[in-house]
């Protein structure tokens, strides 16, 4: 989701489409930026289909359930999660309003971060995120194998100080990137 | 529970701008939380680990503690309380047979911390008061002095408008 509304807020600015990212050859476009010669292991993906969007946005899970099925299509590795509904006041009137809040997908790339470590599955961990709450998981990556690089490769104006500090190298996604990564046309 | 371990387990809640009138929120806790069980399982800190809680967003941390150490009977079991009447909220994971503990009011009773967190809550509450009047003092002394208070004390007489 993280990377999603950074496409929207490209989308903004360039008033181009770039939801349609192809989230496998922006990963591999960033290889370059890598010590020696890296290649990619697997490229795994993290999201929640959005029920709660269909009654306000009808067709919003076809889109994106089929945009699931293309990444997929690429070979990447998909974990949907879920969005669980939450009371929330309005910090202006004071008034109550269910707002809803992406579950389990922060856990499981931690613990999918600590298991690629623990196992041994990678040299180099690449996190395309601008979540704070992944930090601890990244200290503890370090920790338990101080040898392997984990790479925080922030979606444009996703980039968070904490995160880009705590990781061994930091990098920002740009506009141009999202717009030469999109997939075809169906 | 002294100030200092106060002080750390607020480290991780967010506390908006109109903090106490909007509730603080918890940040991060849930990964803090996944991470540290992850890992003291996967270093064999421990044989096995209890994760007590309802959270459904955990069941990736326990999902991977069985990837990590698949065992039988697996490293991780699952822990909730029971409360009379209700169903269990206690987490479980697809095609795994976690051991689960229930525990009871009874139980509870026994283990209560009974610490008025909220007082220890004020305490931080004037801390945060005194930082912040310390950098109004600190503007303060770089502002030029005051000249309407020495006019008016030294010629209680004149009036701007010159009468």
Same mark, same amino acid.
Request: include cysteine.
């Given at each position: 989701m993280n990377l999603y509304h950074s496409a929207l807020d490209a989308e $903004?600015?360039? $008033? $181009? +489409? +770039? $939801?349609g990212l192809d989230v496998s050859a922006l990963c591999r476009s960033y290889l370059h930026a890598l010590p020696g010669r890296s290649a990619v292991t697997s490229v795994m993906y993290f999201s929640a289909v959005a029920h709660h969007r269909e009654s306000r946005r009808p067709g919003t899970v076809t889109r994106q359930v089929a945009y699931f099925k293309a990444l997929e299509a690429t070979g990447v590795q998909l974990h949907l999660g879920h969005f669980k509904a939450k009371n929330q006041l309005c910090p202006l009137c004071g008034g109550g309003f269910v707002g809803w809040e992406e579950k389990e997908t922060d856990v499981a790339i931690g613990a999918r971060l600590l298991e690629l470590i623990c196992k041994d599955m990678c040299d180099t961990a690449v996190l395309v995120t601008g #979540?704070? #709450?992944?930090v601890p998981a990244i200290r503890a990556a370090r920790r338990l194998d101080p040898t392997k690089d984990i790479v925080a490769l922030q979606p444009y104006r996703r980039v968070n100080r904490e995160l880009s500090r705590c990781a061994d190298r930091a990098l920002t996604i740009r506009v141009a990137s999202y717009a030469r990564h999109q997939l075809p046309e169906v | 529970? *002294?100030?200092?371990?106060? =002080? =750390?387990?607020?480290?991780?809640?967010?506390?908006? *701008?109109?903090?106490p009138r909007r509730a603080a929120q918890e940040k991060g806790i849930d990964v803090a939380l996944a991470v540290d069980f992850v890992v003291m399982v996967a270093n064999r800190a421990c044989d096995v680990g209890i994760l007590f809680s309802s959270d459904t967003d955990l069941v990736p941390a326990l999902e991977a503690v069985l990837a990590l150490r698949p065992q039988d009977p697996p490293a991780c079991e699952v822990a909730a309380?029971?409360?009379p009447g209700g169903r269990p909220r206690s987490l479980s994971v697809r095609e795994a047979r976690l051991r689960r503990h229930l525990l009871t009011e009874g139980e509870y009773r026994s283990v209560a911390d009974l610490t008025d967190v909220s007082r220890v809550l004020h305490v931080r509450g004037a801390v945060r008061i005194e930082v912040l009047a310390l950098h109004v003092d600190d503007k303060q002394g770089d502002l030029p002095v005051p000249k309407v208070a020495d006019h008016v004390s030294s010629r209680p007489d004149a009036h701007p408008d010159g009468t």
């Open positions: $903004r600015v360039t $008033r $181009r +489409l +770039l $939801r #979540d704070t #709450d992944l | 529970m *002294n100030a200092a371990d106060a =002080e =750390e387990c607020l480290a991780g809640i967010d506390h908006p *701008n109109d903090w309380w029971a409360a």
